[in-house]
Each structure stands twice: as structure tokens, then as C-alpha cells.
């Protein structure tokens, strides 16, 4: 059964409402007057008999007592003298109405020379038939004005309280079908412009993932495609000319498809790591000694091609990490940096030992990076020039799994970087 809309509930609410407080106003203004008359008139009475026995030796007693007879319509004699007036006529026949009704309370007070004295109090009851009559009137004209006003006030809130989220229901039907382009505009009240706020930023949010996953999927492909036609058209060569074949043919074959399997690899651990499925193993050991012997596999591994990293540090550092992901992190910021080197194919690593952590710094003078780049450098296939190119080095997964290890890590990491004079990135790590 399909639920009533909002802007009905809001309605029903506040008709239900005016209809409770109407159900009040009849029972205590005409069921329970009579009741509620003789109950305030027994209490006048029982103040009245206070008031004049804090004043029972006053000289103003008189006056006290014909106030109480002009206001409040007590009649208070001495008992012995005390005679009560007649009751007025019961109404005549035909007529409506009842007998009035009388209050009498007799009550002793002892005075400062020790005499007693007995005062009667009286008051009358007038019926309230006719009071109840009026009341009832005036409700049933109250009531339909209330009704009304009910109504219409009920009808406007819900309507201005209802269309905003109709609205917002709307865009956000569009957001579902992929329009990431929808603006959410919520007004009236604070919760549904901060809802539509957050609406807004879950869009552009999702329109970035959107962006990265087909970027993502392009530059895969890419990257795929390309070594896999280098195999195929080589392999098809040498079958073709089996009595040609070279061993630089060969050469290019194992080169491709090394370079895949380390794509299927850092997807495979980008997707462990943001899954949070990697274990660390953490351990202390010598981060300076293992930085060293990592940029001498870099120099040796890249000197033919020119390359070469040099390193900077004061002292040898124990850190407790797990020292093959550090490590590999290292090693793709330094792929990065030989990828992003320049001219003159220097890169430079600096170990800084700071008060509770380490940083290291890997630096390249290469072009830089645009400002409004940097906060996007860390996501996956993010290209500074927005042009997919297959790197040199590495599959183009290597900051982002940076990241992941340095924050598994419980450290921090950056990047600075100057258009035209290289960038310099970095990680820190505590000391314990």
C-alpha cells in the first residue's frame, strides 16, 4: 500500500490538532463549567475565611468584610445573628434555568483578649445554564472559524514545507539516471538547504567518479592495448618468418608483456589496499639503509639510460614499519621522478630527521606540476596534462598506492611543486 505524501500528514497533523484543542474547549467550557463554578466558589470562600482571620483583630475588619460582599458576593455575619437570605423564585414554567444554590461555611475565631466569636459565610451560586448556552454559541462559530483557518493554514505549511522536497526528489530521480550535472535547490528552512548543500556535493562528488572511472577504463585499455599489439604483431612476425627471428624481436615480446603483468600487479594491489585487506607487517629496522640500497638498484638498474638519483641524509633512522610496502612506495616515487626528471635525468632523495618523524623527499627537475592540479595528483591514472601517455617507467598506479601504504601507515604525504622547476614528493613517518 503505497504511503500518503507528505504534505497530507503535515495536513492531517494539524487538523487533528485544531480538532483536539476544539474537543477541550467544549468539554471545559460547557460540560464541566457548572463543576469548575462551584469548585472556584469554594475556594473564594476558603481564602476569604483566611483572609479575615489574619485580620480578625484589625480596626479595618469592616471594611474587609463589605469588600469581600462587593467583590466577591460573600456575605459574612456573625452565626448567632446570621439569618440566610431567601433563595430567588425557581424559574417560571416554560422557561429554563434552576434554583440558585447556596455556600455556607461556619467557622470560630479566637481574638487577643481570648473571647470566641463564630462567623457565618455565605455565598450564592447563580446556575450557569444560561452562561453554558452563550459559551456553546460562541464555540460552534469559533470552532468553524478555526476549522477554516485550520484548513487553509494546514494546506499552505504543507505545501511550502512539501514542494521543496518534491523538488529535491526530483533532481535527485535525475542524479539517479546519471545526470551529475543536476543542481539541487532547496529553500525555505536550513535542514533542506543544508540537505540539498550536501546533495550538491554528492553530485559533483559522483560526477568525479564518474570522470575518473571512464578515464580509468580509456587509459587502461590503453596501456593494455599497446604492449598487447606490440606481442601480437611480433608474434605473428616470427611465426610468419620463424628463420628471421631475432633476439631483440624476443627481447620486445618479454619487455610487454613484463610491463603488463606490472599493470595486472598494481591494479591488483591498489585494489587489496583500498579494500583494506592488506596486512602490515610491521617491524624496526634501518630506513636509511634500506633507502640506500634501493636508489642503488635504481642507479644501476637505469645508468645506461643516463639516470641517476642521488641521496642526502645526515644519520641512519630505525623506523617500525613494514618495510616491503615502504619500500615499494619509495620505489614508485622514484619511478615517478625518473619519468618526470627533465633534461638532465637528476633526481634527488632527502632523508630529514624532525622531532617525532622522518621525511623523505624525492625531488625532480622536471616541468612541475599547475597548481590546480596538485590536490588530484594522488588519484589513479590522474594525468597533470590530461592527455593519457604511457609512461616510460611504472604503469601510472604508482602515487596512488603511495598514498594507500603511507596512510595504512598512519602517515602523511604531499607533493610541492613549481611550474618549469620540478617537484619535490614526500612522506613522513613517526619515529615511535
Known amino acids: 500500500m503505497r504511503r500518503p505524501k507528505l504534505q497530507w500528514k503535515i495536513f492531517l497533523y494539524l487538523l487533528g490538532f485544531c480538532v483536539l484543542l476544539l474537543g477541550f474547549l467544549w468539554m ?59 433563595l430567588p423564585s425557581p424559574p417560571a414554567p416554560g422557561g429554563w434555568g434552576r434554583r440558585p444554590e447556596a455556600i455556607t461555611r461556619v467557622h470560630e475565631y479566637t481574638l487577643k483578649d481570648g473571647r470566641t466569636i463564630s462567623l457565618t459565610f455565605y455565598a450564592l451560586i447563580t446556575p450557569v445554564e444560561s452562561t453554558v448556552t452563550t459559551l456553546q454559541l460562541q ?50 528552512y536550513l535542514e533542506i538547504e543544508e540537505l540539498s548543500d550536501t546533495l550538491n556535493t554528492a553530485a559533483e562528488e559522483l560526477s568525479k567518479v564518474e570522470r575518473l572511472r571512464r578515464e580509468l ?26 628463420d628471421e627471428v631475432t633476439p631483440e624481436q624476443s627481447q620486445i615480446i618479454m619487455d610487454e608483456a613484463k610491463r603488463l603483468n606490472a599493470l595486472v600487479s598494481d591494479m591488483l594491489d591498489i585494489s587489496l589496499l583500498e579494500a583494506g585487506a592488506v596486512k602490515l607487517n610491521k617491524e624496526w629496522y634501518n630506513l636509511t639503509e634500506s633507502l640506500r640500497d634501493t636508489i642503488n638498484r635504481m642507479n644501476e638498474l637505469f645508468k645506461k639510460e643516463g639516470y641517476r638519483v642521488e641521496f642526502e641524509y645526515a644519520e641512519d633512522v630505525l623506523v617500525l614499519a ?48 599547475k597548481s590546480s592540479d596538485l590536490p588530484h595528483i594522488w588519484e589513479r591514472y590522474f594525468k597533470v596534462d590530461h592527455k593519457h601517455k604511457r609512461p616510460m617507467l611504472g604503469t601510472g598506479l604508482g602515487l596512488s598506492i603511495v598514498k594507500k601504504v603511507i596512510d595504512l601507515h598512519g602517515g602523511r604525504c604531499g607533493v610541492e ?13 613517526e619515529l615511535g
Open 28 to 86: 471545559f467550557q460547557t460540560v464541566f463549567l457548572s463543576d469548575m463554578y462551584k469548585f472556584v466558589r469554594k475556594l473564594e470562600i476558603a481564602r476569604a475565611i483566611s483572609l479575615v482571620e489574619k485580620n480578625i483583630d484589625s480596626p479595618d475588619l469592616e471594611s474587609i468584610l463589605l469588600e469581600l460582599e462587593r467583590a466577591k458576593e460573600i456575605t459574612v455575619r456573625p452565626t448567632q445573628s446570621f439569618a440566610p437570605p431567601p
Open 139 to 188: 464555540l460552534v462559530i469559533i470552532t468553524v472559524i478555526i476549522v477554516l483557518a485550520a484548513v487553509l493554514l494546514a494546506v499552505i505549511i504543507s505545501k511550502r514545507i512539501a514542494k521543496p522536497i518534491e523538488q529535491i526528489n526530483q533532481s535527485a530521480k535525475a542524479l539517479a539516471r546519471g545526470d551529475y550535472d543536476t543542481d539541487f535547490r532547496g529553500t525555505g
Open 217 to 242: 577504463i580509456a587509459n587502461v585499455s590503453h596501456d593494455l592495448r599497446t604492449p598487447l599489439t606490440f606481442i601480437y604483431s611480433y608474434a605473428e612476425m616470427m611465426h610468419d618468418f620463424p
Open 322 to 369: 613494514d618495510e616491503v610496502k615502504i619500500t615499494q612506495a619509495v620505489y614508485n616515487l622514484l619511478l615517478n621522478a625518473i619519468n618526470h626528471s627533465g633534461v638532465d635525468k637528476g633526481v634527488l632523495v632527502r632523508q630529514i630527521k624532525q622531532a617525532g618523524c622522518v621525511r623523505i623527499e624525492v625531488t625532480d627537475r622536471g616541468p612541475g606540476i
Open 417 to 429: 611543486s613549481e611550474e618549469g622547476k620540478g617537484s619535490t614528493f614526500w612522506f613522513e613517518l
